[in-house]
């Protein structure tokens, strides 16, 4: 009999890869990247965080500790240091196609944001090299060992105690990639964030955790 984490890896393989190929990422590897196109980015980011975040609150009873991966506000943090006003980040386009998270799928939702933040390591080196100082990079760059602590901590955990939800939890991180995938591959249609103030990447390349 195959190991959880063996399931939720042969059921998210191919959107890894498709993640990982999408435009979107791929750019941020690109020598020409622009802080302009990295903002971008980030507010497209926060228009798929936030409403996952709701969907696992939604799921959840206050003080879970899931409820402690929330990224968005990372997010929030590195938008308004490169110049974002609350109004921008409140006028961004938000997602609004994500089904209810079946409480017994948590788990696939740790294993996606915990992922995400494994690989912001290989995106931010890029990001740094590319975009200087100018740029924030809470997001990418949060973590200071904690995804490493965290991801051993999941992994015993998801071994002991996801064996009954097995089905669940591969559903919900393969929902949370989809609509990932399709919400940074579709229009760029939010309103575009001012330059003013200062300086005016379920995200990231996951084969780390492959």
């Not at 999408?22 to 990247?33: K, V």
Request: aromatic share 8%; hydrophobic share 40%; charged share 25%.
């Amino acid at each position: 009999m195959s190991s959880v984490i063996e399931a939720l890896r042969d059921a998210t393989r191919s959107r890894h890869a498709k993640l990982g190929a999408s435009p979107a990422m791929a750019r941020l590897f690109d020598a020409n990247y622009t802080i302009s196109e990295y903002r971008e980015h980030l507010g497209r980011l926060l228009g798929i965080f936030e409403p996952i975040e709701r969907a696992v609150a939604d799921a959840t009873y206050p003080g879970d500790p899931v409820r402690d991966l929330q990224r968005s506000s990372a997010l929030r943090d590195d938008l308004r240091a490169m110049g974002a006003t609350t109004r921008d980040i409140g006028s961004l386009e938000r997602y609004h196609g994500l089904a209810p998270i079946d409480p017994g799928g948590l788990r696939g939702y740790t294993y996606v944001i915990l992922g995400s933040m494994m690989g912001g390591k290989i995106i931010v080196k890029r990001l740094r090299a590319v975009l200087g100082a100018d740029a924030s990079f809470r997001f990418y760059g949060d973590g200071n060992g904690r995804p490493e602590a965290l991801w051993a901590s999941f992994c015993s955990d998801l071994e002991e105690k996801g064996k009954g939800n097995v089905h669940a939890i591969c559903a919900t991180a393969v929902a949370i990639f989809d609509a990932y995938e399709a919400w940074l591959s579709g229009p760029q249609s939010s309103p575009p964030l001012r330059k003013s103030g200062v300086a005016s990447v379920l995200a990231a390349d996951l084969r780390i955790i492959q």
